[in-house]
Structure formats: C-alpha cells, structure tokens
C-alpha cells in the first residue's frame, strides 16, 4: 500500500493500450488509486482485473481535446503519459497527438500540482529527419519547461505479448516466404520488456526515481534488425529467405502504403527514416546512470519472455517439435 508521502490517484493516459495496460498493473500492485484517461472507456474493460473492486476507473479523454485533458487530471497526485503512435491517421498526427497532447497534459499536470512521467523513446530529436521522432523531441523540450522536474523515460524497440514489432514480423513468416532486411538489416536495437518498462514508470511515482532526467531505457542485448528476424524464425520454427530491401525501395514502398487504407500500415516511409539511425541507449545515460540498471531495474532478456508468446506463431502452435503435431 502507499504510504502517507506517495502520491495516492494517479492518471493514466492512454493506459489501455500496450504499455499502459502494463503501467497500470504496475500501479495497482503499489496500492495507488488509477484513473485510465482514454478515448474509448467502454474498449477499456479489460484492466478492471488488474486491481481490486473500485481500485481501476476508466474515464473519456482525448489528447487533441484539451478541456477533457484538464478534467482527467483534476483531483491526481501524478499524471503518467503513455500515449504514442507509429503512424498517423486522420486527425491523429504526430503533431496532434505525440507534441500537442505531450504539451497538453504536462499543462494540466502542473495546473493541478501533480507530478509527471512521460514515455517517450529513444531517438526522440527536435530536430531529426523523422516526423515521429521529431515530435517526439519537441515533446520533450515542451515538458521541460513546463515541469523542469518531470521524469521522461525513453524506450527502445517494447516487447511483449501485444508488442507490435515481434509479433508483426512473425506473423509475416507465417504467409511469407522472405522477410525483409531493410537497408540490409544493420540497424542495432536494445529491445526492452514492457514489465521492466512499466516498473520505471511505478519507481518514478513512488519518487525513487530523481526527476528532471531523461532516462534511456534498455534490454540486456544490442541486436541487429537481421538478428532480430533471426531470433523470430528460431522461436517460430521456420525457414525464410530474408531478403535485403534498400533504403530507396523500401522508402517507396512506405509511401505507396501511406495511400491504401490500412489499419496499421506494414511500413511508412517515416519508419524507414527512423531505421536508418540505431536504437540503442547512449553511451551518455549508461555513464550519467540514467537507464534501468541506474535505477536499480534487473533487465529482462528476449530469450526470456519470446518464447512465452511467439511459439502460437509455429505450425502447430506448442506442440511444434514436440512429436505431438498430429
């Protein structure tokens, strides 16, 4: 339970989707009181067990709609920020959502004396290349004035059971033949389990983690794009081709997928933008201390948690190798 000197409600926004639904089981297992900021309430549902009766409520907020920010936020001790996309879509852009709405809630979190934790990623930059990670960055430098000591965590490739990067490329190998090396394959991640992930996020409002940093967050294991399709194929027990795709061609591609109604695109030319610089924690946050092993966090390994969810990507399921097929 909490004691007299931590926060006691906290806010969550966008708490129902992959990383949030994990901040928010971290959150109740502290004690502390949840309040899930989202679209959708009724879509929100699912976390009511991740907490005891009354402990979980969902509420209607929408980043682009400051007035329902502000009502979300009255009455918290903290506010937590999960909300993110990869690819845009209608009214939801980078600028809308990811700089706007950052803005947004650290306005409302200081209007109404709570303190902040704001996910964001590694590579963020005001001024990169890529209009995800640009965003990213102008979010940041917004934060920072207006709540010097917010707590900004920043994520590499998040994995886990709903994680849309592992999954999405081991459900490719199930109807593909080849798996595609974009721009050879050569660009490095530090994959990191969304559990580790969303206990930063539970340390950072008990207040063991000092605000006013950004911290980089990280796995146990640099890998290569190659290496991670690699990992895939091993687990899901299957035999691809994979096929170098150049930045040109896969920068083509992405665009010509930008134009053809896809819920979730498999590629956009800004992701291709993004694959072009690695995704890896500084040499900076690893000497200033300011990644998970600097917080006292034990890193999960891929080998660790792939398996306990990418084996229903195999042929038969669990029962691939086992002799047990028919």
């Known amino acids: 339970m909490t004691s007299l ?35 959708r309430p009724d879509l929100a549902g699912h976390l009511q067990p991740l907490g005891g009766v009354g402990q979980i409520v969902a509420v209607q907020a929408n980043l682009r709609n400051r007035d329902s920010v502000d009502r979300a936020v009255i009455g918290a001790d903290h506010v937590v920020n999960c909300v993110g996309i990869l690819f845009e879509a209608g009214r939801n852009t980078f600028g809308s959502v990811q700089e706007f709405g950052a803005r947004a809630v650290a306005e409302a979190a200081r209007a109404a004396g709570a303190g902040l934790t704001h996910i964001s990623a590694i590579g963020a930059d005001s001024n990169s290349e890529s209009d ?18 917010a707590v900004i965590l920043r994520p590499s490739i998040v994995f886990g059971p709903e994680d849309g990067f592992f999954n999405k490329f081991a459900e490719m190998a199930r109807f593909s033949p080849a798996l595609p090396l974009i721009g050879g394959g050569e660009t490095r991640f530090q994959p990191v389990y969304v ?6 996020v539970g340390r950072s409002v008990e207040g063991t983690v000092a605000g006013g940093k950004v911290y980089e967050l990280g796995g146990p294991r640099v890998m290569s794009f190659k290496e991670v399709l690699e990992e895939i194929l091993e687990i899901t027990m299957r035999k691809r081709a994979l096929l170098p795709l150049p930045w040109g061609l896969a920068s083509l591609i992405g665009k010509a997928a930008t134009f053809i109604p896809f819920i979730d695109p498999p590629l956009t030319d800004d992701q291709v933008v993004l694959l072009k610089s690695d995704n890896v924690v500084s040499d900076a946050a690893i000497k200033e201390n300011r990644t998970l092993a600097g917080i006292g966090i034990p890193q ?20 691939s190798g086992t002799g047990n097929e028919a």
């Open 132 to 149: 995800y990670a640009r965003s990213k960055g102008m979010a940041e430098e917004a934060i920072t004035k207006i709540l010097p000591d």
């Open 5 to 39: 000197n931590q926060p006691k409600l906290v806010t969550v926004f966008g708490g129902s989707g992959f990383v949030g639904r994990h901040v928010v089981r971290a959150l109740a297992k502290r004690g502390y009181r949840v309040r899930v900021a989202v679209r």
């Open 300 to 319: 999960t390994t891929v080998e660790a948690i792939l398996p306990t969810y990418l084996t229903r990507y195999r042929a038969h399921g669990q029962y």
């Open 195 to 200: 559990g580790d992930v969303a206990e930063a």
